[in-house]
């Protein structure tokens, strides 16, 4: 038995008098989302351990605020959005944002009915403003895409997030948009079953490779790359999904190295590398061969691209531990890296991609509950165990 704190005794106690009658899900780095959302704790958890399908949802104090995220360009789209807002603002008395590109389209911004609706809209535009401490709770109307955009916007506390089904796939949106009202009502008045997507913090350092230029002592004009601390360019992103690094458009296997917690563990030799959260380990490393993991179970998936290799296997490692990836010193190409099927940029040698877990993840609000939701996306999404049924044999059957 493992011992955590000085009392030895109040542990053992607690031990004996809890009871696992589901999966236990490890304590969440923050409780809060947004300025004003929280999780409602159970009073019975012990040390910060909640059962998932417990993990409910309240307000420390009423939403006033609402970000309404919309599919851009997609004219199915149009009468759901509208009668959305004209909901929230009307009825609801709520404080839509709404970014302005999507207020750009002729559809919207000519609509001379809905015009009295738009000059109530707070608006923002993407990497501009931020709206971080303003929103208090999400609503998406799209596909998966949607819920992936809107985790990309908040690069810390994410407010929750409530997704309609009005795109192609819909795994991540479980709510149907033909009782909109009544599930908006519900979520404003609080106390609802949420899921908590972990996300992956990644933090991408780029050599300058920048050309200097300095005089020497004969004054001959010398151009050198510039090699200080200084001259190296970090970025970091917040990823629902996964990171994706790949050999781009170069005709040769990528070879990357895989390090983690500083140790080199493998080389990866093919089409390249996913690390993905266990939301994403339904999108592309499912297509890679890799396994689905619940979205409350706290790891990291790694799955290798068409590897070089009959024994590499997908792996899942504990969430919290830190990978590295950098381009093979024998590697005859560059390689390309994404995150949830954005920001693509290259990797040269010398360059590096740190990935851990988030302290951040996404409060995703479920129609019933995280486990029922899941199972459900999995039959209507990806069709899981769906196969033709034997028939049954009678008795007379079993003879012969």
Known sequence: IQKFGTSEHVFLSVIYCFRRNQSLHGPSPVTTFG?????????????????????????NKPPKSVLVIKKIQDASLLQPFKELCVFLTEHKNMIVYVEKKVLADPAIAGDESFGTIIQKFCTFREDLDDISNRVDFIICLGGDGTLLYASSLFQESVPPVMAFHLGSLGFLTPFSFETYQSQVTQIIEG?????????????????????????????????????????????QYQVLNEVVVDRGPSSYLSNVDLFLDGHLITTVQGDGVIVSTPTGSTAYAVAAGASMIHPNVPAIMITPICPHSLSFRPIVVPAGVELKIMLSREA????????????????????????????????????????????????????WNVRKKQNYLSSEEDEF
Do not use: Y
Not at 356 to 382: G, H, K, M, Y
């Open 35 to 59: 300025p004003k959302a929280c999780m409602l704790q159970n009073p019975q958890a012990v040390m910060h351990i909640q059962d998932p399908a417990s993990q409910r949802l309240t307000w």
């Open 191 to 235: 106390n609802t079953a949420i899921i908590l997507r972990s996300r992956l913090r990644v933090r991408v350092v780029k050599e300058s490779r920048e050309k200097k230029a300095r005089v020497d002592e004969k004054g001959i004009l010398i151009m050198s790359n510039g090699d200080s601390e200084g001259s190296r360019k970090a970025l």
């Open 332 to 383: 005859r190409n560059t390689a390309w890296v994404s995150f949830d099927g954005r920001k693509r940029q290259e990797i040269c040698h010398g360059d590096s991609i740190t990935i851990t877990t988030s302290c951040f993840p996404v409060p995703s609000i479920c129609f019933r509950d995280p486990v029922n939701d899941w199972f459900e996306s999995l039959a209507q999404c990806l069709h």
